[in-house]
């Protein structure tokens, strides 16, 4: 039998040695990828790609319809103002970035994880991570995460491994329904009281940085950073994947 920790180096040079040989292919259209591709996208589906760019709210982070000016508050939040300072996300939901999100997240595809780690190296979200003293990943209650088998938000926070991880700063304490097909006050509503800060000393006086796969109404963001303020915290932002577009 071949030990464990050789076996494992036969693997990886398998591998290594398929990479050489073998073109890489896009994930989304099957064309080959250039070798100085940071990720396994070609260029044709990265130019279809809505990179979230000025205008956009300086405080949610909605992207106006109008191209022109500079980032100012959006109407909502100048009258509902949320518990959170700011919320950048790498891209609109929309095309390869909404097809890498729900492969990912709810059919398991692992392969797409690596770009939707590389996405969050755009300047807007990486300048997030390195104003922040935690990063805080919304958390998944436990039946779902059973049900999922992994937190899609924690696996997106690897994207910064230099950056320190709260895995367990913030719980999840009731089983809410999907967002899906909710409105926004339905989504408020579901997930009101569903988080809690089980030590608080973890976030006191600390500027945490919340982290997930998209932003849709940002009820839950809202609901996270709220509990996370009482808590203690002394500022929370918030940094997803993808953003759903409102105009």
């Known amino acids: 039998m071949i030990p464990r920790s050789r076996a494992s180096w036969f693997k990886q040079s398998a591998f290594r ?53 500079q ?13 959170f300072a700011r919320a ?3 891209a609109v939901y929309d095309g390869p970035v909404a097809d890498a999100v729900k492969r990912f997240k709810f059919e398991r595809q692992m392969a797409y994880l690596p770009v939707l780690q ?7 979200c990486r300048e997030l ?7 805080v990943p919304v958390p998944l209650h436990r039946r779902r995460l059973q049900h999922r088998g992994f937190n899609q938000a924690l696996l997106l926070a690897g994207a910064f491994p230099d950056a320190a991880v709260g895995r367990e700063t913030l719980a999840r304490v009731r089983h809410t329904t999907p967002q899906i097909g909710l ?6 509503d579901n997930v009101h009281h569903a988080f809690a800060v089980p030590r608080p000393a973890e976030v006191e006086n600390k500027k945490i940085l919340l982290v997930d796969d998209l932003y849709t109404t940002g009820a839950t963001v809202r609901e996270c950073a709220r509990v996370l303020r009482r808590a203690g915290a002394k500022r929370v932002e918030v940094l ?7 105009e």
């Open 240 to 246: 997803t994947v993808a953003r759903v577009k409102h």
């Open 17 to 69: 040695v398929l990479d050489f040989f073998l073109p890489r292919l896009c994930l989304f259209c099957g064309g080959v990828v250039v070798e100085e591709a940071a990720a396994a996208v070609c260029a044709d589906c990265e130019g279809k790609i809505e990179w979230v760019e000025s205008p956009v709210c300086s405080c949610c982070g909605l992207v106006f319809a109008s191209r022109e000016g």
């Open 71 to 83: 980032d100012r508050l959006c109407g909502p939040c100048q009258t509902d103002p949320p518990p």
């Open 88 to 90: 950048r996300a790498a």
């Open 118 to 124: 590389h996405w969050l190296q755009r300047p807007r």
């Open 183 to 188: 409105n926004p006050k339905e989504r408020r």
């Open 129 to 135: 991570v390195a104003d922040s003293d935690l990063m």
